[in-house]
């Protein structure tokens, strides 16, 4: 990568050359290339939120970018003491900042293949009252966007000589299920409320089971 | 982190065994504070679903039965693992089984923030769903502790294998000390219990009989309850 970490040249890496800013990050860490990185990832939730709360208009378009920003740095704080962890158990020899870099490009790119999709969930948004069908299909988007992300971790776990890749991919599936329970904590993000965040505590699959139901008895 | 604490985690071999060839009291003191720590830090969010005084006491409790466990196995681990051919000294066996220790401790520590999340979320003791909120809690709390438990223990038979050149002593000496500490560690943790705090009971430092009764008469009378 060219001496100073600009936008676009960041951009052209994350996508076309990834091993790259994992070598930099390893061999060559400053602190402008992770920030970029970030920047990417928060603006890519950001501009996703919008088509998020387009579905239910109004406050929701600032509440659901708000949320889903806020959810994913909180996700992220959350994991990356157990991600260092497991980096090191893979027998990787690096550092907090590297694998901290690492992580912030998984979620960059991931955020970046969510704005692919923007348009895509723009029209399903505009041609269905289902929240469940909405909330389905905004996982199954993100999902697609964030394996490809956390394939980052497996090739920083390739080119950093791990010997053990199965802790990666172990900590990539933690790290699903906090973004998922982290949506639930900070719900409603699709739908509306009259709350910014809810007063009752339920666990992701608990709430996912009801919003089926709900969703089957309006019908 | 400090490239020993490092070395732990990537199951460093050789610069294990080297560290472990001269051990030193600053050594031992240094792996049982992160015990002491990892250990502590990870139990507070054990009891946090109980309450904050549970909390307290389960951070407490928790280093404790490593410890008591450690040292009341110390002999017999150390005497076990020359019988078995292992090459390592008392002062050794316990270094090595620390290290171990060590290594749970801080998989513990960077899964607390986890457990914390897994509690904020989970219903609370005076809500209708406190049962399902336990059960949350006990499941979460039995898979990270297994999890670090299997880790903590692959990284020791490697260094096992390193220092005893066999596969076949490696694997005994490991089993055996397997063996004993979960035998010994169960029972210190059900003189010690409670660490999640039932719902119905109320918050103590230790039940008010912790001598009566033992882990095996418990798991006994349960299975009885179950089957006849």
Known sequence: MPERASPPNVLEALLKYPGRIIHELQNNWRAALPLWLLSFALFGMLAYGVVVGSFSGGTQLWIAPAKIAMGTMLSILICLPSLYIFTCLSGIDTQFRTVTGVLFAAISLGALLLIGFAPIAWIFSQSTDSVAFMAALHIGLWAIGIMFGLRLLEGMGHLLGGSARNHLKFWSVIFIVVCLQMMTTLRPIVGTSDRFLPSEKKFFLSHWAETLRDESAKK | ?228
């Open chain 2, 1 to 228: 982190m400090s490239n020993p604490l490092k070395a732990l985690l990537r199951g460093d071999a050789d610069r294990l065994s080297e560290l472990l060839g001269k051990p030193t009291a600053s050594m031992l003191a240094g792996y049982a504070g992160v015990v002491l720590i990892g250990s502590g830090v990870y139990g507070f969010t054990l009891g946090l679903w109980r309450a904050p005084l549970q909390a307290l006491y389960t951070a407490i409790k928790f280093p404790l039965v490593i410890f008591l466990t450690c040292l009341g196995n110390g002999a017999i681990n150390g005497m076990l693992a020359q019988i078995l051919g292992s090459g390592l000294s008392f002062r050794q066996t316990a270094v090595a089984i620390l290290m171990s220790f060590a290594i749970a401790a801080i998989i513990l520590a960077g899964f607390a923030p986890l457990t914390l999340f897994v509690w904020f979320n989970a219903p609370p003791l005076e809500s209708n769903g406190a049962i399902l909120g336990h059960s949350v809690m006990l499941l979460t709390h039995v898979f990270v502790i297994a999890l670090a438990g299997v880790i903590a223990n692959s990284r020791l038979l490697g260094l096992l294998r390193k220092i005893s050149g066999s596969e076949k002593v490696a694997r005994a000496v490991l089993f055996s000390w397997l063996a004993g500490n979960l035998f010994l560690g169960a029972q210190i943790a059900w003189n010690l219990r409670p660490f999640i705090g039932s719902p119905k009971l109320a918050i103590e430092f230790l039940r008010s009989d912790p001598l009566r009764g033992n882990f095996y008469e418990a798991v006994w009378r349960a299975l009885r309850h179950l089957i006849f």
